[in-house]
């Protein structure tokens, strides 16, 4: 991700509406299929650290990321537990957490690696909450600042989870009603953008766009998990998946 994203990131991520969802979704998947209270988890791609902060209450929380710059913001948000580090190679030993969370992360880099080794710091039994920003069709030029890879189908992200040894226990699409909003934005700035540096999309819209918008996003969040919705378009897609019990690791090095 560019670097000047991450001073945004901690500027905006307590309060923007796409970050504020997003955690509410996170936690409210957590909450629901987790088993157990004080539960050892781990953010991988943690940012700046507000997803921490909030997972916090459910148990310890471990968080890794690539990059420095995001290191440093979560140890001004007071997180101890912060390691640098890759997706594809993660610092910690088999079978270490209860929970693992991977919030719009696979689509920067290696997403198969990833899933290998989020099965292996799992415990048997133990869940993963992952997100993803969906269809391959809404690509723009906020991907490649993003530093994407890919985009995803709901469809693809379950067989993939699956083939990694996880039963899937949820999966939807998010963020259906900012859809039709998102692909005029994006096509629009794309193209008045072409030939010089793209502007943030979290710098659109004001105070009182930001308000509505969360207030959809808690609404669609709530119907979902509230009726067991599964909506069919969106913006994004959560997946929550279980590591079969069934499954032994040799023992590794590493932290935790």
């Known amino acids: 991700m560019r670097q000047d994203l991450y001073d945004e990131l901690f500027e905006l991520e307590e309060r923007h509406w796409w970050h504020v969802v997003k955690r509410k979704w996170c936690r409210t998947l957590a909450e629901k299929f987790s088993e157990g209270q004080n539960l050892k988890m781990l953010d991988i791609g943690c940012g700046t650290g507000q997803n921490m902060k909030e997972l916090g209450s459910m148990g310890k929380v471990w968080g890794v990321d690539i990059s420095n710059k995001a290191i440093e913001y979560c140890i001004r948000r007071g997180l101890k537990r912060v390691i640098r580090g890759r997706m594809e190679k993660l610092p910690f030993r088999n079978s270490s957490f209860d929970v693992v969370v991977a919030l719009d992360v696979l689509e920067h880099g290696d997403d198969s690696r990833a899933l290998k080794e989020v099965k ?74 072409k030939e010089r540096g793209y502007e943030s999309d979290f710098r659109f819209g004001g105070k009182w766009i930001n308000r509505l918008a969360l207030g959809c ?28 019990i069934l499954l032994r690791q040799k023992s590794t090095s590493g932290l935790v």
């Open 120 to 193: 292996r710091v799992l415990r048997p039994g133990g869940m993963v909450v992952i997100s993803v920003p969906a269809y391959q069709w809404l690509w723009s030029k906020w991907d490649e600042v993003l530093g994407h890879k890919r985009r995803y189908r709901r469809s693809k992200l379950v067989e993939a989870v699956g083939k990694h040894g996880f039963n899937v226990l949820r999966a939807t699409y998010y963020n259906l009603w900012s859809l039709p909003f998102a692909v005029v934005i994006r096509n629009i700035k794309t193209m008045w953008f």
């Open 217 to 244: 996003g808690y609404l669609e969040c709530y119907l979902a998990n509230m009726l067991n919705i599964t909506w069919p378009m969106g913006l994004g897609i959560f997946v929550v998946a279980r590591k079969s």
